[in-house]
C-alpha cells in the first residue's frame, strides 16, 4: 500500500509491482498535499474558504499549507481526479483515509454555503444551541459520505471504463467509538449506503484505544478493554453487509515519544483484542513498516534541543521476531470454528449510533445557561472519557461478558439485524433514535423474545432539538417515550415488563454515573444479573477472556474487577514468545495475556507448521523428506515451528545463490514439537528435511 497521491506515484507504484507486490494506494480523504487545488493550479480560482475554520477564524490544520478540508462538491471531483493516475499506474484498490471534521470547526465561508444549501436556512453559530450544534454535526457526516460516494463512482466507472474492471475502494476509518470520544465528526454508519464501497480498514491501534476512560471512578488508560469494544463496533458495522472489513495491528503509534517496551505492551493488548471477534480476520498487520523498522524511540520531546541526551534506540530484536511471526501468524486466522470458554450463550449487545457523535459536546448556549455542579457534570459527560458509553461497556468487559458493541442504525439497513442478540443495552441518554423505525425494530425483537435493558434518566438536553419525536419541537416527547409507548408497557417507571414473549427492564440512572463508583457499577451489573438469569441463563462473572478459536487459544485477563489469575493446562506453543517456546501450562495474571497453539486440536498425523518467521511459499513432502520455500526477512533471527515431526534426522537450508545457510540449529522436546532457527537471508531459502 503506498500512501499519498504526489508526483513520485508513478514511480512507488512500479517499483512495487516489478517486485512482484499487488499495490493498493492509501490518500486523506479529509486532507493531504493538495496545495495544487489550494492555490487554484487544478481550476484556476483558490479554494482556501473550504478549509476547516474555527470560532476564533483559525484554519484546523495537519501541517503547514495542509488543512482539514470541507468536502465540497469542487474537493471530491478533485480528488476523483487526482485518482485516476493511480488507476492508470495499475493499483487495485484506493483506500480513501480519514474522513474527519471536527467538532469545534464549522466557522468557514463553504461550510456556511453548504449549511444554507441543505437546510434552505441561512448558517447559524453552532454554538448558540444544542439545535443548531446537532445540525451542523449531522451536516458534517452526511457531506462527508457524499463525497466518498462521490469520488468511489467516480473512479469506478473511469476504471472500468478505460480498464475493463472496477477498482476497488476502501475507507480506513477510527471507529465509531473513538471518533465519539474524540468529537471528530465522520459517516461512520452511513458509509453503510454507499453501493460502490467494497469494505473498510478499522484503524483502532494504541494511539486510539490508549485514550483514558473512566472506572469505579479513576480515569486511566485501557488499552485492552477499549480496543476490544472498537473493534467489537467496526465489526458490527458490515454485519449482514457483502463489505469487507480489514482490523488494523500497528506495532507502534503516532506519539514517538514512547519507549519500545512501551509500544510492545500496548501492541500486542490490541492484536488480542482484536482476535476475540472472530467473525473478522482480514488484517493490514503493519502500516508505516519504515516507522517501525527503522525508527528509533523515545524521540526527545523538542527536536531542535541540542542539549537534551539522544536515548532513543532502535527496535529490539527480540519484538522485531516477534513482529514478523505474528504477521505470519495472522494470516491463518480464518477460523470458523470458535467459541468462548465462558458466557458463550449470553449474545448481549450494547447499543451505539451516529447520532453519539452529534452531540458529543453541549454548546455554549447550554453552557452559558447552567451553574455549578451542572456545569461540571455537561464537561464530564462531553469528555474524552466518553462515561456515557463506557458507564454501559466497562463493567461487562470487566467481568467477562463478551459484549457485541451494537451499531443500532444498522437495524434500518438489514433485515433481523438484532436477531442473532438475546439482550440489548440501551440508553438515549447521550444518542438519538434516527427515526421512528429505530424504536420500532427494537420492539419487534422484543416482542420476538429479546430482552431490553434501558438505562437512563430522560433528562438530556438534546432530547429538546426540534426533531421526528417531539413534532418538530412543538412539544416535550422523548425518545423513550416513544420507544415505551411502541412497545406498549406504558410506563417510565424503573420496573420490569413483559412484552409479548419478551421483557423491558429500566434503571432511572445516568449511564455516566455508573463509571464513578463502585456502588452504582454493583447496581447496573445486579440488573443485568437479574435479567440474566430470569431468562434462564447464566452469567458467570470472571475477569478474562479466553477465546478458542480453530486450534489457537487466545486469554486475556483484565485488573481493576477481581483479582483471580487464570492457570491453562495443555500442551501449547506460545506464539507471543519470538522463539515459538513450548509450555505445558501458564498462569496468567491481571494485566496479562496470551496467544497459544493449541498442538492437542491438530487433526492431522502429517507435519503441520505452527508459527513461522518467514513467509512460506511452498511446502511439499515425500516419504523421505520434507522443502519449505520460504521468503525471509534480512538479518533477521527467525524460527521454523513444526508439529509432528518427530522423525527428522536433520535439516539443510539452502539460499537463492545454492549456498548453505550457516548456524541452523534444531530444537526438539520430546513429544513431535520441533522448532527451526537461523538468520533470514532478505531472499528465499529453501528449509530441506530428512527424516
Given at each position: 500500500m503506498v500512501y499519498g497521491n504526489d508526483p513520485t506515484l508513478y514511480d512507488r507504484i512500479g517499483e512495487y509491482r516489478k517486485q512482484g507486490y499487488r499495490v493498493h494506494l492509501?490518500?486523506?480523504?479529509?486532507?493531504?498535499?493538495?496545495?495544487?487545488?489550494?492555490?487554484?493550479?487544478?481550476?484556476?480560482r483558490s479554494h482556501w474558504s473550504e478549509a476547516q475554520v474555527r470560532a476564533d477564524g483559525q484554519i484546523v490544520g495537519h501541517g503547514k499549507d495542509i488543512p482539514y478540508m470541507v468536502p465540497t462538491v469542487s474537493f471530491a471531483d478533485y480528488i476523483s481526479e487526482s485518482l485516476r493516475k493511480a488507476v492508470d499506474a495499475g493499483v487495485e484498490a484506493i483506500h480513501l483515509e480519514e474522513p474527519e471534521f471536527w467538532d469545534f470547526s464549522g466557522y468557514s465561508k463553504a461550510f456556511r454555503d453548504e449549511y444554507a444549501i441543505y437546510y434552505r436556512e441561512p448558517w447559524q453559530d453552532p454554538?448558540?444551541?444544542?439545535?443548531?450544534?446537532?445540525?451542523?454535526?449531522?451536516?458534517?457526516?452526511y457531506l462527508y459520505a457524499r463525497a466518498i460516494r462521490r469520488v468511489a463512482d467516480s473512479i469506478k466507472e473511469y476504471s472500468y471504463q478505460k480498464f475493463g474492471k472496477a477498482v476497488r475502494v476502501y475507507i480506513p476509518t477510527h471507529s465509531l467509538i473513538n471518533y465519539t470520544q474524540w468529537k471528530i465528526m465522520s459517516p461512520e454508519g452511513l458509509l453503510n449506503d454507499i453501493p460502490s464501497l467494497d469494505g473498510f480498514i478499522a484503524q483502532v491501534w494504541t494511539g486510539t484505544s490508549r485514550t483514558q476512560n473512566m472506572y469505579r471512578g479513576k480515569l486511566a488508560e485501557r488499552t485492552f478493554e477499549t480496543a476490544y469494544c472498537e473493534f467489537s463496533i467496526m465489526q458490527e458495522l458490515v454485519k449482514k453487509s457483502n463489505k469487507q472489513m480489514w482490523f488494523l495491528a500497528d506495532p507502534i503509534e503516532d506519539n514517538p515519544r514512547y519507549d519500545w517496551s512501551d509500544y510492545r505492551k500496548n501492541y500486542f493488548e490490541t492484536v488480542i483484542a482484536s482476535l476475540l471477534h472472530p467473525e473478522v480476520h482480514h488484517y493490514e498487520v503493519c502500516p508505516w513498516p519504515n516507522r517501525?523498522?527503522?525508527?528509533?524511540?523515545?524521540?526527545?520531546?523538542?527536536?531542535?534541543?541540542?542539549?537534551?541526551?539522544d536515548?532513543?534506540?532502535p527496535i529490539p530484536e527480540t519484538y522485531r521476531t516477534q513482529l514478523i511471526n505474528m504477521f505470519q501468524t495472522l494470516c491463518n486466522m480464518d477460523q470458523p470454528d470458535y467459541r468462548f470458554a465462558e458466557n458463550n450463550e449470553i449474545h448481549l449487545g450494547v447499543a451505539l449510533s451516529d447520532t453519539g457523535l452529534y452531540q458529543r459536546s453541549y454548546p455554549q448556549g447550554v453552557l452559558s445557561d447552567s451553574k455549578g455542579d451542572l456545569k461540571e457534570t455537561f464537561d464530564f459527560y462531553s469528555s474524552d472519557a466518553f462515561p456515557m458509553f463506557y458507564g454501559l461497556a466497562l463493567p461487562l468487559v470487566k467481568h467477562g461478558m463478551p459484549i457485541r458493541c451494537v451499531q443500532i442504525d444498522n437495524v434500518l439497513r438489514s433485515s433481523n439485524y438484532l436477531s442473532d442478540l438475546k439482550y440489548l443495552i440501551l440508553s438515549y441518554d447521550f444518542m438519538k433514535p434516527l427515526s421512528p423505525a429505530v424504536n420500532s425494530e427494537i420492539a419487534a425483537w422484543v416482542q420476538n423474545g429479546g430482552v431490553l435493558i434501558y438505562i437512563?434518566?430522560?433528562?438530556?438536553?438534546?432530547?429538546?432539538i426540534p426533531a421526528w419525536w417531539n413534532d418538530n419541537g412543538k412539544s416535550r416527547y422523548t425518545p423513550l417515550q416513544h420507544l415505551f409507548d411502541v412497545l406498549g408497557t406504558g410506563s417510565l417507571t424503573p420496573a420490569v415488563s413483559s412484552v409479548s414473549k419478551g421483557k423491558v427492564y429500566r434503571l432511572n440512572m445516568n449511564p455516566a454515573e455508573i463509571c464513578e463508583s463502585a456502588n452504582a457499577e454493583n447496581v447496573y451489573l445486579?440488573?443485568?444479573?437479574?435479567?440474566i438469569s430470569r431468562s434462564n441463563d447464566a452469567w458467570e462473572k470472571t475477569n478474562r477472556f479466553t477465546l478458542y478459536r480453530g486450534p489457537y487459544v487466545i486469554s486475556a485477563v483484565m485488573e481493576e474487577s477481581l483479582a483471580t489469575s487464570t492457570e491453562l493446562k495443555g500442551d501449547f506453543v506460545d506464539l507471543l514468545q519470538p522463539d515459538f517456546n513450548y509450555l505445558n501450562q501458564i498462569s496468567l495474571q491481571p494485566g496479562q495475556n496470551a496467544l497459544l497453539f493449541d498442538l492437542n486440536r491438530i487433526q492431522s498425523e502429517s507435519v503441520e507448521i505452527i508459527g513461522t518467521t518467514g513467509r512460506i511459499l511452498s511446502q511439499t513432502a515425500t516419504q523421505t523428506k520434507l522443502v519449505f520455500e520460504i521468503k525471509t526477512t534480512k538479518n533477521v533471527n527467525s524460527y521454523l515451528a513444526l508439529a509432528n515431526a518427530s522423525t527428522i534426522s536433520t535439516v539443510k537450508i539452502i539460499d537463492d545463490q545454492g549456498n548453505l545457510v550457516a548456524?541452523?540449529?534444531?530444537?526438539?522436546d520430546g513429544i513431535g514439537y520441533t522448532t527451526i532457527n537461523y538468520t533470514g537471508t532478505g531472499s528465499m531459502i529453501r528449509i530441506n528435511i530428512l527424516k
Open positions: 492509501m490518500t486523506g480523504m479529509a486532507w493531504g498535499n493538495y496545495q495544487d487545488y489550494l492555490y487554484g493550479k487544478w481550476d484556476g454554538q448558540q444551541d444544542i439545535a443548531t450544534h446537532y445540525k451542523c454535526a449531522q451536516l458534517k457526516a517501525v523498522f527503522n525508527g528509533k524511540y523515545p524521540k526527545n520531546n523538542r527536536s531542535d534541543d541540542k542539549e537534551v541526551e536515548k532513543s534506540k437512563g434518566d430522560n433528562q438530556d438536553p438534546y432530547n429538546r445486579n440488573l443485568v444479573t437479574d435479567a548456524n541452523v540449529v534444531r530444537k526438539y
